[in-house]
């Protein structure tokens, strides 16, 4: 293949990519996302572990701190760019000045790991899932929605990733819909709420069992459904939505608000069981797919927005001590023991046993027991 062949290939990046800009880092402030272990049926989970990937999708530095902790090789989705920070990427960030950026969910009281700046991500109402109820002046406050928004004190920005992918959840054209079903996760389950009789007999749709559908199932069952009845805020509702299945809320002691009514709008989507709801509902669904995915554009330009407030942010803190995130700092002496184990194994497979031995005893003159990286 000549060169001309070569610039004009699908495979091959754009030419006006190359260059050392391109290739070496730039000292930029990092980001430390701050979430859970990539779970599938979370949206807030979810959103969180996207917003890390689409950070570096757009060539920013950011990682992953798992809280509670999880065992790394576990945490995280194989198809998502998200690296779990490490002790040297602490030290490294540190020693050169550059004040990262943690992003905490509302649902983690105060800033356990002692970042120098704080991004405050509003995913829920305030204590709904536990966590603060107020936040410091100096905290970045940003929101999911324009609902979360309005709730928080000081907003800074709106940040809607869309979490549900559209690729999954399609709609079949002119399919005959019968039957409905329904979601009630944690008003059921948590709440201990006694369900509707409008639900009587519907399919119910649950998430962490071990008999729960997976995602392709839900899609083929919102795509044969009339109706979908949903019992709290949960990304399903959007994913019924993709498929051309009308969404009916079922208001609830712990239901009065929708979290993204003003992205999503209202069309189809029934607030309660009144029939003419109901019917509008099944008369605007077509429509909702549409707005769905405008908010791939508009998340895309938000993201800009976000990375430009906070870098300019960070570079006015004072970075005096490396964060604290104390399964870094402080290792199981197992876990160590583990790795120890697993380096000369891979050793041992490599060089052989005469070999491995001689590094052993060379490595344990020059640093003693303390041989682990």
């Given at each position: 293949?000549?060169?001309?062949?070569?610039?004009?290939?699908?495979?091959?990046?754009?030419?006006?990519?190359?260059?050392?800009?391109?290739?070496?880092?730039?000292?930029?402030?990092?980001?430390?996302?701050?979430?859970?272990?990539?779970?599938?049926?979370?949206?807030?989970?979810?959103?969180?572990?996207?917003?890390?990937?689409?950070?570096?999708?757009?060539?920013?530095r950011a990682y992953l701190i798992t809280h509670p902790y999880y065992l790394p090789q576990y945490a995280t989705?194989?198809?998502?760019?998200?690296?779990?920070?490490?002790?040297?990427?602490?030290?490294?960030?540190?020693?050169?000045?550059?004040?990262?950026?943690?992003?905490?969910?509302?649902?983690?009281?105060?800033?356990?790991?002692?970042?120098?700046?704080?991004?405050?991500?509003?995913?829920?109402?305030?204590?709904?899932?536990?966590?603060?109820?107020?936040?410091?002046?100096d905290e970045f406050c940003i929101a999911y929605s324009e609902t979360l928004a309005r709730s928080i004190r000081a907003s800074r920005?709106?940040?809607?990733?869309?979490?549900?992918?559209?690729?999954?959840f399609t709609p079949v054209p002119e399919r005959e819909r019968r039957g409905t079903c329904f979601y009630a996760g944690k008003y059921k389950y948590h709440h201990g709420g006694e369900l509707f009789d409008i639900t009587r007999d519907s399919t119910e749709i649950t998430r962490t069992f071990s008999d729960s559908p997976t995602q392709p199932e839900i899609a083929e069952l919102f795509r044969r459904s009339e109706l979908f009845y949903c019992y709290e805020n949960t990304a399903l509702a959007?994913?019924?939505?993709?498929?051309?299945?009308?969404?009916?809320?079922?208001?609830?002691?712990?239901?009065?608000?929708?979290?993204?009514?003003?992205?999503?709008?209202?069309?189809?989507i029934a607030w309660g069981t009144d029939p003419s709801e109901i019917d509008r509902?099944?008369?605007?669904?077509?429509?909702?797919?549409?707005?769905?995915?405008h908010h791939f554009d508009v998340f895309h330009d938000a993201l800009g927005q976000f990375i430009s407030l906070t870098q300019s942010e960070a570079a006015g803190r004072k970075y005096v001590e490396p964060v604290v995130v104390p399964y870094l700092n402080h290792v199981n002496p197992l876990l160590k023991i583990a790795g120890l184990i697993e380096i000369v194994r891979s050793i041992y497979r490599d060089k052989g046993a005469a070999e491995t031995a001689s590094l052993l005893i060379r490595r344990v003159r020059r640093r003693g027991m303390s041989f682990l990286p």
């Open positions: 293949m000549d060169a001309a062949e070569m610039v004009q290939s699908p495979n091959s990046l754009p030419s006006e990519q190359a260059g050392a800009d391109w290739l070496l880092p730039k000292p930029r402030h990092p980001y430390y996302v701050v979430a859970p272990r990539y779970v599938r049926t979370s949206a807030g989970i979810k959103v969180l572990h996207l917003l890390c990937h689409a950070l570096n999708r757009a060539g920013e989705h194989p198809e998502l760019i998200t690296p779990i920070l490490t002790k040297a990427t602490v030290e490294h960030d540190f020693e050169a000045g550059l004040a990262p950026i943690v992003v905490y969910p509302e649902t983690v009281r105060g800033n356990p790991f002692k970042a120098p700046f704080v991004v405050r991500y509003v995913l829920n109402f305030l204590g709904l899932l536990g966590g603060d109820t107020q936040y410091g002046e920005l709106t940040l809607f990733v869309p979490a549900s992918d559209p690729r999954i959007i994913e019924a939505l993709l498929c051309g299945c009308p969404v009916v809320f079922l208001p609830n002691p712990y239901f009065d608000r929708v979290i993204g009514a003003d992205e999503h709008g209202w069309d189809g509902a099944k008369r605007t669904v077509h429509l909702a797919r549409d707005h769905f995915l």
